[in-house]
């Protein structure tokens, strides 16, 4: 089997590399490779049974197409100083005008046309001076939300556009590997249920998101896809009430704020804010459970949910952040006996374990309600609470109550995306014909940045095509 283009994963990168071919290519034979399901056929049984099914082979939140982030907030950030590092390798001009040309095309399939962020008024100002004075910065990003449910029908547009423009697509296959002659990439080594087969391939593409950043980092190793260790990110998902987080939510919907807290000055950051949102699980493939946010159109709570989130960069010789990260999580859920764990800000200050009863008589009501209540503190590295401790109190300053003692803090919160490739600034890896997109890369961090890198690398392909 022998095509022009083999995409590996069906989320944001890989799905904009294939609609670029489609839209402006000429007669691409392109195959993507799918681990999980068609985007109508994902489906999260916890809906129906209250708690989490540790799905198997793959869990429907994070695999399947259009990926893990489509099923979890469906946030598109249209500012290039959100969303990763690829403008440095691009130019922040070309980053931003890639990022408004996507935009236009999420809108031609159905995206909502409202943005949010984009008020400026006294309350933004107070809400700058106020972080200013906090030490932190807070970074101006218009929104576009397409909701957790209505991504769902958006992505169904485009898959069976695909479909129908030829693209094929191997949904619940995984990739083993890739295939190299010399110092060229020529194919990749699949696994279905009928078992291994080799795809030949003129340009390979791997876009496998967070969720395969393990994987691709195995692949660098094996193969000498030249590469190093990037940023690990660990945190929590902290849920207050939407009372405490009311003027941010209607005036800036997102609030990203960056901080540096004392001792250590690590970066810390807010992520993905889901006003009246749900506290949500996902599962990884070692039966890893992670704490992340979801944002519907028109389903809310009462309460707002966001992501704090430390860097971690090791140095020499420590060269395995992913690994790290893993292990964080892996104590947490032995903690909560393969939960999530929840804990009370105010019960992390007096040293004490959070229980069920407490939680059941406060203000905030988990919205994760199989969340086991305990002492994320005796899993969380001490450097890493201690910056979300400081970076809380921070952020009192900007949100009054924030740090409440009712507040929720979920663990663990990982970010996969440490292996950082080595790529010029046409996404040329070391390898000739292989290229490594979006969150598993390192490059990038979200929907939307993600799927600029696929627009880019969709031309860059047609440009290769040209000059062969």
Request: charged letters at 25%.
């Amino acid at each position: 089997m022998k095509y022009d283009v083999v995409i590996i994963g069906a989320g944001p990168a890989g799905i904009f590399t294939a609609l670029e071919l489609v839209r402006h290519g000429k007669n691409e034979k392109i195959l993507m490779i799918e681990k999980g399901k068609p985007v109508d056929r994902r489906h999260c049984p916890k809906s129906e049974t209250g708690k989490c099914m540790n799905c198997k082979p793959n869990c429907m939140i994070t695999t399947g197409f259009s990926g893990a982030g489509a099923f979890s907030d469906g946030k598109l950030s249209l500012s290039c100083e959100v969303g990763g590092e690829l403008p440095s390798l691009i130019g922040e001009n070309f980053a931003q005008e890639l990022i408004d040309y996507t935009d236009k095309i999420y809108l031609e399939f159905g995206a909502d046309e409202h943005v949010e962020g984009l008020y400026e008024g006294e309350e933004v100002t107070e809400i700058r001076k106020r972080a200013i004075r906090a030490g932190l910065r807070l970074v101006n990003c218009p929104i576009r939300h397409l909701g957790t449910e209505k991504a769902q029908q958006l992505y169904l547009n485009i898959q069976n556009y695909l479909l129908d423009q030829g693209v094929e697509i191997l949904f619940e296959t995984e990739c083993e590997n890739i295939i190299l002659d010399g110092d060229v990439c020529t194919g990749v080594r699949i696994r279905t249920r009928n078992g291994e087969q080799e795809i030949q391939g003129r340009e390979i593409v791997i876009g496998t998101g967070r969720r395969g950043a393990d994987w691709l980092e195995k692949v660098c190793a094996e193969n000498g896809i030249a590469h190093r260790p990037g940023t690990v990110d660990i945190g929590v998902r902290v849920e207050c009430r939407n009372e405490v987080m009311e003027i941010v939510n209607k005036v800036l919907y997102e609030g990203k704020l960056i901080g540096y807290p004392k001792p250590w000055k690590n970066k810390v950051r807010t992520f993905c804010q889901n006003p009246g949102g749900f506290v949500a699980q996902e599962n990884y493939d070692n039966n890893l459970a992670v704490v992340n946010g979801h944002s519907f159109k028109e389903l809310k709570s009462e309460n707002t949910n966001l992501a704090i989130l430390v860097s971690h960069n090791f140095t020499e010789p420590f060269n395995q952040p992913i690994a790290y990260a893993q292990k964080v999580g892996e104590l947490t859920n032995m903690l909560g006996a393969g939960h999530i764990l929840v804990q009370r800000y105010g019960d992390i200050l007096d040293g004490k374990r959070t229980w069920q009863e407490e939680l059941a008589r406060s203000n905030v009501k988990p919205t994760l309600k199989d969340a086991v209540a305990g002492d994320i503190t005796a899993a969380m590295p001490y450097r890493a609470m201690t910056n979300i401790i400081e970076f809380i109190r921070m952020l009192d300053q900007v949100v009054p109550g924030f740090a409440s003692d009712e507040t929720l803090l979920y663990s663990p919160e990982l970010k996969f995306y440490s292996n950082k490739v080595r790529m010029d600034e046409n996404l040329n890896t070391n390898i000739r014909g292989l290229h490594c997109l979006g969150d598993s890369s390192g490059w990038t961090r979200g929907l939307m940045m993600a799927s600029a890198m696929g627009v880019l690398m969709g031309r860059k392909l047609m440009e290769t095509k040209q000059e062969v």
